[in-house]
């Protein structure tokens, strides 16, 4: 799991600040969060636009994204 692009870890961790999880999706250096609220967050390395934001920057915190 990258959360940010200079934290990485092997394995299952908890992130902070998120909690209310009912699912999760993993890629190549990033994370996407389904909550039980209904939002959506990513979290990860961002160099090709993989968390989703519009953009290809590395975020420094987590944000919900736009879900339909």
């Known amino acids: ?16 600040g998120i909690a209310g999880v009912r699912e999760a999706a993993g890629g190549w250096d990033f994370t996407v969060i389904f909550k039980e609220d209904g939002t959506v967050w990513s979290v990860g390395a961002n160099n090709y636009g993989q968390l989703g934001d519009g953009t290809h920057l590395d975020p420094t915190f987590r944000t919900p994204l736009p879900w339909p």
């Open 1 to 16: 799991l990258r959360i940010r692009n200079d934290i990485v870890h092997f394995g299952l961790v908890q992130v902070q």
